[in-house]
């Protein structure tokens, strides 16, 4: 067990840039998360997969915003034509299957829009 | 109305006090509580996840949940300096499979 692998750990971009975040769960999990933290604020949901199935979706999650788990294994979170408002931390979390699974996290991907 | 409420803090105990944290939720129908440790610059770490009334204990740590008033707490006995980081109480809803966040208790343990 290897734990949640996120990559990468920053990225700066400009504004107007697209950019792709990928995350590699925990082996055996089959649920996998995104959030968003900024700070002295705590992780915001932003999306859901069980299996490659995208469950939920955070309505505040603009169009900009799409995340993909083709194989129901690894999942990128994408976000188009970024903005300084999407500058903060891209937490990935992965979780068993159960309703009292606890998220295990990743080590977050840093993003700075410029 | 948020769906978890934490004090921000700072919270500041000596070494060796028994530090109180707290969470309350709103969704009366959760099912699952959780607390995490989280560093600064670093992603939040489980410590201890409790889904009964009561308490729960583990090592130095103990959860306590009381449905009822919708509350749950986390001691730290004998507190450690590198105890000093926020913690983040997070609800599991019964519908959906979404966790809530609270903002956070940033706690400094004084040596």
């Known amino acids: 067990d290897t734990g949640v692998s996120q990559n990468p750990r920053h990225k700066i971009t400009k504004r107007g840039q697209n950019v792709t975040f990928r995350c590699d769960p925990i082996?055996?999990?089959?649920?996998l998360y995104w959030y968003r933290q900024t700070l002295g604020q705590g992780p915001e949901f932003l999306t859901y997969f069980q299996n490659e199935a995208q469950l939920e979706k955070s309505r505040l999650l603009s169009d900009r915003f799409s995340a993909e788990r083709p194989k129901g294994s690894f999942s990128t979170l994408e976000i188009q034509r970024t903005e300084q408002g999407d500058s903060a931390m891209y937490l990935c979390?992965?979780?068993?299957?159960?309703?009292?699974?606890?998220?295990?996290f990743g080590n977050g991907t840093r993003l700075t829009v410029t | 109305q948020k769906e978890v409420e934490q004090n921000s803090g700072p919270l500041s105990v000596p070494e060796g006090a028994i530090a109180s944290l707290n969470c309350t939720y709103s969704?009366?129908?959760?099912?699952?509580f959780f607390w995490y440790r989280q560093y600064s610059g670093k992603s939040p770490e489980l410590i201890m996840f409790i889904y009964s009334n009561g308490d729960k204990e583990d090592g130095r740590f103990t959860a306590q949940l009381n449905k009822a008033s919708q509350y749950v707490s986390l001691l730290i006995r004998d507190s450690q300096p590198s105890d000093s980081a926020t913690y983040l109480c997070?609800?599991?809803?019964?519908?959906?499979?979404?966790?809530?966040f609270g903002t956070g208790t940033s706690l400094t343990v004084i040596p």
């Open positions: 997070a609800v599991g809803k019964n519908t959906g499979n979404q966790f809530y």
């Open positions: 082996s055996e999990h089959n649920r």
């Open positions: 969704d009366r129908g959760s099912q699952s």
């Open positions: 979390a992965s979780s068993q299957t159960g309703s009292h699974s606890p998220l295990h």
